[in-house]
Each structure stands twice: as structure tokens, then as C-alpha cells.
């Protein structure tokens, strides 16, 4: 370790020196350490002095001579393959582009880029290890990857990986499809300039277990044996505990189980559970000990049927078998990454992940610091790999996100603003919401409908800028006077959710599907598991603490029921990299201490929040005068003229994205920096959706 440390610091020290060029500008730059590149790459122009620094600076990241000559559109391979079918036709037969979009030309970005996407396969080991390779060579299969080259080969900058977050998300995220790779071709003169992809390969990769899009195209790889290399198979567990009954009977199932239940129990309870129970059989289930302690006993079992289901084993030349789900972790994935960065000839590579992605990205970026570029956290995960930690800070993300809307809505009243932009729910909005929601088995048939109907409301706080606050909150307020649906805020179609599911109403929460990658993923990254009892105490716990963060935690519980050994992450963090770190004040689903912890373990980074609500950096999404191209439009016109540009929150989203983009372009990182809302979030009634934050 000490000789590695001593050669590196020799080549930081040749690189940064003041003599002869070494070697070539690409050569120079390669030896360039992440945490002071800017500064390096100054001086490796300044002794190198290319007749054409660009295209030396295009070889040294997007595709280095030291990386074997390979390149993005020519890369190795015995690792990856494009399709051979124009981009155009691949396009339009793995996914369409959807939802609402600029055109060409536009100030936000050109949906033409979208006929440029390359679609390919990337052929990864599924053991990454080098302590035991000696044993026998692990066997291959085949993910499915796509890039949106940079509109000038090599990308000035290199390749940029996009997760969208998850897990679950898959190889689209770098696709014009995604919001994440539409906002980063914002293209204005007074905000960032040109887009991104004037200067970045995007890329994204449909990691272990998720959709791998085959229906159009096979691996094309063969291994030493000349067999055909396998797609990794996608995480599907279907009925389990159902497929099991029907084939061996009610009885085959609840031997498997605790509880000594009888098929009687069957009908009258675990039925319910694994179906979603309606409004009269537990009242709120998430409150209910008997739903509680079923909903454990059906995952736990769901999860181990799945767990040895064939189709997940693969097998050696020599005979080994592998159970592919127990190599599904993020360290896994950012190996595979780093197969992908090699294999294109990269030798730095950046990286923007939310949500989910931050593990991802900020795993990566521990295990491959000297192969970072520029790395984004964006909602981080959290540092503790432990479930317990894990559903702690799942509850905790709900009970912010409500308790912003909930001080909005008092107020509104407190404040003693006008009566008309008054919240209905107010004063008191927590107190009215815990009453309804607390409907029990012994509460009247209307209490517990009401409660269901508010739980489906509720969906509401997990959109981006809660744009149907008002509804909410009016919603909650009648059903705290005990209005019927009929006559209730409720049912209104265009912001809640009653109508799909008035006629038969069932709570959504239910064990049937048990298909969420993330118990196959943070199974494999989180350690510690929970048993019944500790599961049930956890629940009691959490009932009384976070009575609303239950509502999230309950269904997120299962990577603690995982049967597979748990291979935890390494603790996350690096002293020399620069990350730009992300955080939502009010974001449901990964809580704003998160980053700050994130900030701790990369000190040389710098913190980006954001005051108001959604999940990772939010950007204007309503039509008309408050869309994107309007937005900036007007914000480029009062910019030119000289006036003081509107200061609304779809301008504030915007000029937080600004710093991000920024930063992406030219490694420019803010002093750790809050992008101010223009106003709390409007709980009272509103047509103004720019009033949303």
C-alpha cells in the first residue's frame, strides 16, 4: 500500500511540474489526480501547448490512448457491442419518448437527440473478484446499456452515467425519455449556454435483475466454450406463496409459516394480507398488530420461495452453481461500471445519480476515486449500510415532507393571511389527519373508509412540488367532519386518487407481488435482518414515533426479511473528490440529513439545497406560461432589457439547476449554498402553479 501511495505521488508530482511536457498533453493529463484536475489540466496546456488543446483534452477523458485505443462508437469487444440497427430504429422499438417536450430548436432541449441513441450490450463477470478468480474463471452474462454520444467524438468531458434512482430504474435513464437527461440540455444563453451534450457521453445501464429490454435484440457474446453468454434475468417473483397453493394446497403454505394457522386463518386473515384487505377487515392496517404480524410471515415466505426459484442459478464450465440474486448489490454494479468505463477507453468518467443513484454513484466513486471526473449526490441513501437505519430514515423522509405542508397550512391562518387563500385543514392539520387515520377494526364502516380514503389522498405529498396541496388538505379536512366520499373533495378526479378504487375499495399495501427489486438489492447491501419479533417491536416503536412515516417504512421493510447473505458497501467517502451534494428540505422519500452526512464523508465537496419539496433537483414541469421554454424565455427577455427578473419558485428551481449544470461544465462548485423558495408551499386554493415549490 505504501509503495502504491509513493508512485502516486510521484505522478501527481511529474504531472504538476513546471519542466518538460511529459510525454504528450494526453499523457499529462491522464496523470492528473481528481482533486485538483482543473488546476493539473492548466498546467499540462501551458508546458504541452497543443496546436488543438481541445482534441487533446477529447483523447485524455472521453477516450485515452492509454486505455488501448478504444473509444466510445469503438469500444472493446470483448466487453461491448452496439446494436447493429440505426439508432433511429432501436429508438423507437425500445421506448417511446412520452410526456411533453421542447422542439427542436427550443430553449430547453431538442427531441431530435433522442433518433441518436445507441443501444448495446456490456458483458460483465458475475463475481467481481480477485481474491478467488484463481479458483475458476466466474461465468458472463450480458446488460443492456445506452449511451447518447456527445455531439462531437470523443466527448470533450467523457461519459457521464445517469441513474435515475430506484432501484428499478434501467438503461432509458440516459434517454431523452428521462427528465434527468432532459433538464441537462437546457440550452440558454443566460443561464448555462449550450447543452450538456455538446461536451458528454450519456450513458446509463439496466443494472442486475431490472428489465434488460430484450424483446428486439440478444447478447451477441459467446464465452471460452463457445456458448451463448445469457441476459441477466429480471427480478420477478409473481405469486409465490399463490403458485404454491395451487399446486400442493392451502396446507403445503402454512406449514412453511409460524402461527400454527388453519386454513380457517387462511380465509379469514392471511387471504386478506397477501390480496390488500378492504376498508372493514383490519381498519387501518398499518395500525392493525394482526395485519402487522401476517404482512411479515407472507413477505418472509414470498421472499424465500423466490430466493430458490431455478431460473436465478447459472452454472460453471466446471460444475459450480451460482444463485445470480445473491450478486444483485451496488458493489457489484459499480464494478460493472468501471467494465464499461474500460471498455470504451475512458479514463475518467463522471457520474449524476439520485436517489437510489446515489449509492451508486457515490459507491463507484470510493472504490474508483482516481476514475472520477465529476460525481452529483443527489438525495442521498444514507452512509449506515444496517436496515435498521434504513427503515428509520424511509418514515422519517414522510413526516418532513407533511410536516412542511402541515406548518404551511397553520400558517396561513396564524399569519393572518387573506381568508380566501386560507388552508381548510387549518389550524391543527396533524391532529385532524392522525384522528382519521387511526380507524380500527372496531371503528364504524365509515370511519374506516374515511381512513382509507385519506391514506390514497395522501399519495400527495410524494409528487414533485405537491401541486395538489389544497386538494389534500381539503380532502383531510372532510374527512375529519366525517363528509361521505359522495359529497367529499375527495373523489375529484383530477388531483386524487378516489375515484379508481371507490367501487371496491382495498387498501394498497399487500403481499402478493413481492416483486421490488429493492429487497433483492439493499438485501444484498444492508446488513442485519429482522426476526418476528424484532420486526414487531420495530413496529410498535414506530407506530407511536413516525405514524405517518409507517405508511412508507412498512412496505419498504423487506430487504430485512431478505434470506440471502447480506455483502455490504463499503463505508462511502473520500477526502480528495469534489462532489456536488444535493438535498430537498421537505423531500418524501430520502430525509435532508442524508446529505448532510454525505457532505461529512466528502469534505472537499460542497452542499446544494433546496427548500421546497420532491425528490432530487426539481425543475418546472407545468404547462403553458409556467413551462420550462416559457420560463426561461421570459427569465433571457428581463435578463437582456436590464430588469430585475421574476422571482417566482419556477424560477428559483431553475437557478438551482444553474449551479448543478455549472458545475457539470467547468467543475465550478458554490460555497455550500441554499437555492431560496419564493414562498412556502401554497396549501390555501390557487390557480398560480408557479406559487408551488
Not at 201 to 217: E, H, K, L, P, V
Request: proline share 7%.
Amino acid at each position: 500500500m505504501k509503495l502504491i501511495s509513493v508512485l502516486a505521488l510521484s505522478m501527481h508530482r511529474f504531472a504538476m511540474g513546471s519542466g518538460d511536457c511529459p510525454n504528450d498533453l494526453a499523457t499529462c493529463i491522464d496523470m492528473c489526480p481528481a482533486d485538483i484536475f482543473k488546476l493539473c489540466l492548466q498546467s499540462c496546456q501551458k508546458r504541452c501547448a497543443p496546436s488543438d488543446t481541445g482534441d487533446f483534452l477529447r483523447q485524455a477523458i472521453g477516450g485515452s490512448q492509454a486505455q488501448g485505443d478504444f473509444s466510445l462508437l469503438e469500444p472493446n469487444p470483448d466487453y461491448l457491442i452496439w446494436d447493429n440497427e440505426a439508432p433511429q430504429q432501436r429508438f423507437g422499438t425500445m421506448w417511446s419518448l412520452g410526456g411533453r417536450a421542447g422542439g427542436a430548436g427550443g430553449v430547453w432541449f431538442d427531441t431530435t437527440r433522442s433518433a441518436e441513441a445507441r443501444f448495446g450490450w456490456l458483458k460483465v463477470p458475475v463475481r467481481h473478484d480477485d481474491v478467488i478468480r484463481y479458483d475458476e474463471e466466474s461465468p458472463f452474462l450480458c446488460l443492456r446499456v445506452v449511451v447518447m454520444p456527445a455531439r462531437k467524438q470523443p466527448a470533450r468531458l467523457g461519459p457521464i452515467l445517469l441513474h435515475c434512482g430506484g432501484p428499478g430504474s434501467d438503461a432509458k435513464c440516459a434517454s431523452m425519455v428521462s427528465s434527468m437527461a432532459r433538464f441537462m440540455e437546457l440550452n440558454s444563453s443566460a443561464l448555462v449556454g449550450p447543452p450538456l451534450s455538446e461536451d458528454y457521453d450519456y450513458w446509463s445501464i439496466s443494472q442486475r435483475g431490472m428489465n434488460q429490454r430484450t424483446a428486439d435484440s440478444v447478447c451477441p457474446f459467446t464465452d471460452a466454450d463457445d456458448r451463448d453468454v445469457k441476459i441477466w434475468p429480471e427480478f420477478d417473483c409473481g405469486d409465490k406463496i399463490g403458485e404454491l397453493a395451487a399446486r400442493s394446497g392451502v396446507e403445503a403454505v402454512l406449514e412453511l409459516m409460524d402461527g400454527e394457522a388453519s386454513v380457517a386463518t387462511w380465509n379469514s386473515t392471511i387471504k386478506h394480507v397477501l390480496d390488500g384487505p378492504a376498508a372493514d377487515i383490519f381498519g387501518n392496517p398499518f395500525y392493525n398488530e394482526t395485519f402487522v404480524r401476517w404482512f411479515y410471515r407472507t413477505s418472509k415466505l414470498q421472499l424465500h420461495l423466490c430466493y430458490h426459484d431455478d431460473k436465478y442459478s447459472t452454472m460453471t464450465v466446471a460444475g459450480r452453481s451460482y444463485n445470480l440474486l445473491d450478486y444483485m448489490g451496488t458493489e457489484n454494479l459499480a464494478y460493472d461500471i468501471e467494465t464499461f468505463r474500460k471498455a470504451i477507453g475512458a479514463s475518467k468518467m463522471s457520474i449524476y445519480g439520485v436517489s437510489y443513484g446515489t449509492m451508486v454513484s457515490s459507491v463507484y466513486a470510493t472504490i474508483f476515486p482516481e476514475n472520477v471526473h465529476r460525481l452529483i449526490i443527489d438525495g442521498h441513501m444514507g452512509l449506515d449500510p444496517e436496515v435498521m437505519s434504513f427503515v428509520n430514515w424511509v418514515g422519517e423522509s414522510t413526516e418532513a415532507a407533511w410536516t412542511g405542508l402541515s406548518e404551511a397550512c397553520d400558517a396561513s391562518v396564524m399569519g393572518g393571511g387573506p381568508v380566501e387563500k386560507r388552508c381548510p385543514a387549518a389550524p391543527g392539520a396533524t391532529g385532524k389527519l392522525h384522528n382519521i387515520l387511526h380507524a380500527s377494526a372496531a371503528s364504524t364502516t365509515q370511519a374506516q373508509l374515511n381512513a382509507m380514503v385519506a391514506f390514497n389522498a395522501f399519495g400527495a405529498v410524494y409528487e414533485p412540488a405537491v401541486p395538489h396541496a389544497y386538494e389534500l388538505l381539503n380532502c383531510i379536512n372532510d374527512m375529519y367532519l366525517g363528509k361521505n366520499l359522495s359529497e367529499s373533495s375527495c373523489s375529484d378526479p383530477l388531483y386524487l386518487h378516489g375515484p379508481s378504487w371507490a367501487d371496491t375499495p382495498t387498501w394498497s399495501v399487500q403481499t402478493r407481488n413481492t416483486n421490488s427489486p429493492i429487497a433483492a438489492v439493499l438485501g444484498n447491501d444492508y446488513a442485519g435482518r429482522f426476526t418476528e419479533q424484532t420486526f414487531m417491536e420495530w413496529w410498535r416503536k414506530t407506530k407511536f414515533e413516525q405514524p405517518l412515516g409507517l405508511t412508507t417504512s412498512l412496505p419498504c421493510s423487506l430487504p430485512a426479511m431478505w434470506p440471502g447473505l447480506p455483502q455490504p458497501q463499503p463505508p462511502v467517502g473520500d477526502t480528495t473528490l469534489t462532489p456536488l451534494i444535493i438535498g430537498n428540505l421537505h423531500d418524501a422519500q430520502t430525509p435532508y440529513h442524508n446529505s448532510l452526512k454525505m457532505r461529512s464523508a466528502f469534505p472537499s465537496g460542497r452542499m446544494l439545497t433546496w427548500q421546497g419539496y420532491g425528490h432530487g433537483l426539481q425543475i418546472p414541469n407545468d404547462g403553458g406560461p409556467n413551462s420550462v421554454d416559457a420560463i426561461v424565455k421570459q427569465f433571457e427577455e428581463e435578463t437582456q432589457d436590464g430588469i430585475l427578473p421574476t422571482y417566482s419558485n419556477n424560477v428559483a428551481k431553475l437557478l438551482c439547476v444553474r449551479v448543478a449544470l455549472q458545475y457539470l461544465k467547468d467543475g465550478t462548485l458554490p460555497r455550500d449554498y441554499v437555492c431560496k423558495a419564493a414562498a412556502p408551499a401554497m396549501t390555501g386554493p390557487t390557480t398560480t402553479p408557479s406559487l408551488m415549490v
